[in-house]
């Protein structure tokens, strides 16, 4: 038996041999320690045991104690900062929200995070790391707010550490830091394109606008943005070359305009590569743009860089709304209309002809071809690359159209490659109008019906005569729409509700290009109707020459009658109707009006009085088969009627807003509305006012003996005072108030309630008002400002100016070390001086490109007031431009500790003109009649306002011209649009005296001129614009826009 008891370690024994196990030291102190004292180590095992019942009872006593509630806090990071109109900056605030959790939520204790008294007050004690300016305070209580005016740095992470002092009390925070990041830093390619100066023939460049999550550092984008170009044809080894650039910064340094040195235009075409390498930095923090950007723009070669982008014919209306067989041509350079007329030319091919996809044609082949002449519009600029040119060719005729080659650009590139296309004429379009735009045929006088047309030979005229038990039938069925009386269902129409009769009018012209007239006698017509009265639906088709109907139609809802009538409803919902003869133009006595409904019955029915007027009831609750449709109006043979109510049908006849205050149609007329009132606006704690409210009705009825209350609550809600009162007959209330000396400060709401149900206390408010507490503070300091101008009267010259701020405290001693402010806002403006008040100060500058267009604001480095109590600011405008400007200087000066503040602002005018010169009339300048007389005297004066002569100006006038041009819209299509244009008429010296100079205004030629004075730089020191009126041709201008 031993020996198969030891088989299993005989055989473990010879597989893997023999091991020994020690145990550890603490093991075998503890088996020293159990052969010492066993007694003592059961003990202390058994008491080991017994503890474990122990320790689970004291943990469930410690869960059955009401657990601590614990406030959550998150936060909201910044977004990317708005750049806005103004390109000032207007960064977002960081909000944090607190949320308090109570596991059980039956316990009692704050819910909220705020102290009620910190609500609204700049709060102190929070720590943001790293530093960033602005205040925290609590917006509401749970919501804590820090508000800024500066940017944020781009990938910046921030720690917020709040104190308990914020908090209520039993409000415990589980953590009282928190962290939040700003948006990293991240650039972009907006536009890059190739770009000719309009203004400098020849001159071309590479643009791009580069777009930035964050304002971008100038040295850091200059390092890592350029242009390059490899030569043309050279192989993928050759290095391209690089080309500089210059760089501005637009939007708050968020946006930069990069414009490469001039261009010259390779012998082949080729692409600019646009880099912007990883690595640019923000201007505020240390983010740096993570990726490379690159793109390419096509910049064209020498000879190919001038050709024709696009060339079609189109039908366009002219200024008279007449269509003109145009031809589009767009180049891609600039040229002058005269220059391209010269050698555009164009053939009418045969009618046989059909096209083969030829692309050129022989002489041979061109002289079987008809010549068409081409007319050149004007265009709005000398040069332009859009011309147009008026032709008359057969509709749906193929035309050739060449232009060779040698023709030379506004930019002295010249077309190497002859153009040629083939293109169809296009048609004329197919019309049928009846003139006019009304609906109303007097029976009296003439009673013909005219037609416009074009392209028709012919006009199939349907006149259909309408029941006159019909019209409600004609309302409903058409919705009101009288205009074109168009029914709604495809199976009803007018032969339904009337009898028809057709008539047949031939055209004699032909010719598509032209409008032909025509006209309809409805005279016999109605002579042989058993009544000379009534309503007919006119429907007008063009037909071809074999008469059957083609193309075109025109349909008019026509009115023939003496009689015309104008309805009105009032507030009360009661309509007035007015007739009266067209003939006469007398009110109509004796002419029944009816209200007709919808299923045709006569709802009510009333007799006009010697006025022509009848009034009816309010029928606002008519509905269904008896909902009012028309007014039908009878006297005699004769008839006329009229929607009852339709939106296109109503006449504002007081020219003013009348819209006033929209008091909906649920309560009718008659809801009462209250203005609250105050007696001074603001107050001091520990004062009394009183509170005045203004009640009316819209109807401007009496008021009810109703019950109102007024109630008046401080900026926390809480009642200050409430007060039930009846309403007054003049609907006048006053309710006064006192404040108590410790009264909260801020805005305190007054609201008046109408108490509708008194034993129910149903209410509904009818107004509110409101007025502020405010602590008085008295100033403990006085501030002056000023800026340094040589010619503090006149004009500062220098683009560089200096501002002082002095502060002072009461006594008038200087207050030293004090925190110092300042703004500054330049803006355009035209000079006036009370010296030369009768004179007009043209700005010489507004023609020039980088002059300021709008004003801007810009904040100065903050200053320290020295021993005097002096701070001084300096001011470059260099970066602005030249041009007439106003200065104005906004500083603040704080107590110590940056407490309290007081402002002061200060201006002055602008401009780097040495001279200005200022215009002044004797008389009006937009009325002279011709051969009169009429003067401008002309004065120049310097900086200090002081008059000075001057001799080196050149008097220029010249004639404006309006004229008619096609250009093209946003949508692609060309329109005609009045351009005006200037054509010189004289030119001479003009000197002005010391004393000023006066130049007699020539009127011995109607039409519209401008005077100009301008100096030896080109600079129009002055400009006056008149007009003299006369007898004269002027078919050459338009008598209206093209528009």
């Not at 193929?398 to 650009?409: C, F, Q």
Request: net charge negative.
């Amino acid at each position: 038996m031993s020996s198969l008891r030891n088989l299993p370690a005989r055989i473990l024994h010879a597989l893997f041999g023999r091991w020994q196990w020690q145990p550890p030291a603490w093991i075998q102190a503890l088996q020293g320690f159990h052969s010492r004292h066993p007694r003592l180590l059961m003990s202390m095992l058994v008491l080991a045991l017994s503890s474990v019942p122990l320790l689970m009872a004291f943990k469930a006593w410690l869960d059955s104690r009401p657990q601590p509630a614990l406030t959550t806090i998150t936060a909201q990071a910044p977004g990317l900062t708005r750049v806005g109109e103004d390109d000032q900056l207007y960064p977002d605030n960081v909000t944090l929200r607190f949320d308090t959790h109570y596991p059980d939520p039956t316990r009692p204790g704050p819910r909220q995070a705020a102290k009620l008294e910190m609500l609204e007050q700049d709060l102190d004690g929070i720590v943001l790391s790293p530093a960033h300016p602005g205040t925290w305070r609590w917006q509401d209580q749970d919501t804590l707010v820090f508000d800024t005016s500066q940017d944020w740095p781009a990938g910046t992470t921030y720690t917020v550490t709040l104190p308990p002092a914020l908090f209520a009390d039993g409000i415990h925070l589980e953590d009282n830091r928190v962290e939040f990041a700003t948006p990293a830093f991240a650039a972009s390619v907006n536009k890059l394109e190739f770009y000719r100066d309009p203004q400098v023939p020849g001159r071309q460049h590479t643009v791009a606008t580069l777009s930035f999550s964050h304002a971008v550092d100038l040295d850091s984008l200059k390092k890592h943005v350029h242009f390059d170009m490899r030569p043309s044809n050279a192989p993928i080894t050759v290095s391209p070359t690089r080309y500089p650039y210059s760089v501005e910064l637009g939007r708050a340094g968020r946006e930069a305009y990069l414009t490469s040195e001039p261009l010259t235009l390779p012998q082949e075409e080729n692409f600019m590569t646009l880099t912007v390498e990883a690595g640019v930095s923000a201007l505020l923090g240390k983010s740096e743009s993570r990726s490379t950007v690159e793109q390419n723009v096509r910049i064209p070669s020498v000879t190919t860089f001038f050709r024709v982008r696009s060339l079609d014919a189109h039908i366009i209306r002219n200024e008279d709304d007449q269509p003109e067989q145009t031809l589009v041509l767009e180049l891609t350079d600039a040229v002058r209309t005269e220059q391209l007329a010269e050698q555009l030319q164009a053939w009418v091919m045969p009618e046989n002809f059909r096209q083969t996809g030829k692309n050129h044609y022989s002489e041979q082949e061109i002289r079987q071809f008809t010549p068409l002449a081409l007319t050149g519009n004007p265009s709005e600029h000398e040069y332009s690359a859009l011309q147009t040119f008026r032709f008359r060719a057969p509709e749906n005729r193929a035309l050739l159209v060449r232009l060779p080659a040698g023709l030379t650009s506004q930019g002295q590139f010249v077309m190497s490659v002859p153009y040629e296309k083939t293109l169809w004429a296009p048609a004329y379009p197919r019309e049928v109008n009846i003139v006019g735009d009304g609906g109303l045929l007097a029976l009296k006088g003439d009673r013909k019906l005219g037609f416009q047309t074009r392209g028709v030979q012919g006009l199939d005229v349907e006149i259909t005569q309408l029941y006159e038990d019909q019209i409600a039938h004609l309302v409903s069925q058409t919705h009101g729409a009288m205009q074109n009386a168009q029914f709604q269902n495809w199976n009803f129409s007018e032969l339904n509700i009337g009898r028809q009769q057709k008539q047949k009018i031939w055209i004699a012209e032909t010719d598509p290009a032209k409008a032909a007239w025509a006209s309809l006698d409805l005279a016999p017509l109605l002579d042989n109707l058993a009544a000379r009265k009534g309503l007919f639906v006119i429907q007008a088709y063009g037909t071809d020459a074999q008469g059957h109907r083609r193309g075109p139609s025109d349909r008019r809802l026509l009115l023939v009658s003496d009689m015309a009538l104008l309805s009105k409803r009032q507030a009360d919902n009661q309509h007035h109707v007015y007739v009266m003869s067209l003939s006469s133009q007398q009110p109509l006595a004796d002419a029944q009006v009816s209200l007709v409904g919808r299923n045709g019955d006569t709802l009510l029915n009333r007799v006009t009085d010697a006025s022509g007027h009848v009034a009816f009831p309010n029928v606002s609750d008519y509905r269904n088969d008896r909902e009012p449709v028309a007014w039908l109006v009878q006297r005699g043979n004769d008839l006329a009627f009229m929607p009852y109510s339709r939106n296109d049908h109503r006449i504002n006849y007081s020219r003013f807003d009348t819209g006033g205050i929209h008091t909906g149609g649920n309560r009718g007329n008659t809801t009462l509305r209250a203005m609250v009132i105050s007696d001074r606006g603001i107050y001091r704690p520990g004062e009394s006012g009183h509170v005045a409210v203004i009640s009316k009705r819209d109807d401007w009825q009496a008021l009810p003996d109703s019950p109102i209350e007024i109630t008046v609550t401080d900026p926390r809600g809480k009642i200050l005072r409430k007060q039930r009162q009846r309403l007054a007959a003049d609907g006048l209330q006053e309710l006064a108030f006192d404040l108590d000396s410790s009264a909260a400060t801020g805005h305190y709401n007054v609201i008046v309630e109408l108490i509708t149900n008194e034993r129910h206390d149903y209410r509904r408010q009818i107004g509110q008002g409101r007025f502020s507490v405010e602590e008085f503070q008295p100033d403990t300091l006085r501030i002056h400002s000023g800026l340094q101008s040589d010619h503090p009267a006149g004009w500062h010259t220098s683009a560089r100016i200096a501002a002082n701020v002095s502060l002072q405290n009461l006594f008038g001693l200087p207050a030293q070390d004090r925190r110092v402010t300042a703004s500054y806002t330049l803006a355009p403006t035209q000079f006036r001086f009370e010296k030369f008040d009768k004179y007009v100060f043209s700005n010489p500058y507004r023609d020039v490109d980088d002059r300021l267009r709008r004003s801007v604001t810009e904040t100065l480095q903050e200053q320290r007031s020295d021993d005097e109590g002096n701070a001084r600011f300096d001011i470059d405008l260099s970066v602005y431009g030249k041009g007439l400007y106003q200065l104005v200087l906004d500083s603040e000066g704080y107590d110590s500790g940056d407490g309290r503040s007081v402002s002061a602002r200060s201006s002055v005018l602008v401009s780097p003109l040495t001279t200005l010169v200022g215009s002044r009339s004797d008389g009006d300048l937009a009325y002279i009649r011709r051969d009169s007389e009429r003067n401008l005297r002309f004065i120049a004066i310097d900086p200090s306002l002081q008059s000075v002569a001057t001799d080196d100006l050149t008097l220029r006038v010249s004639e404006i011209r309006h004229l008619s041009t096609l250009v093209k819209q946003r949508d692609g299509t060309l329109a005609y649009q009045t351009i005006d244009k200037r054509e010189l008429v004289s030119e001479s010296p003009f000197r002005i005296a010391v004393d000023g100079s006066d130049w007699q205004v020539p009127s011995d030629k109607p039409g519209d001129f401008v005077v100009e004075l301008v100096n030896q730089e080109g600079l129009v020191m002055t400009s006056q614009a008149f007009s003299v009126i006369g007898s004269r041709n002027l078919a050459a201008n338009l008598e209206k826009n093209a528009e």
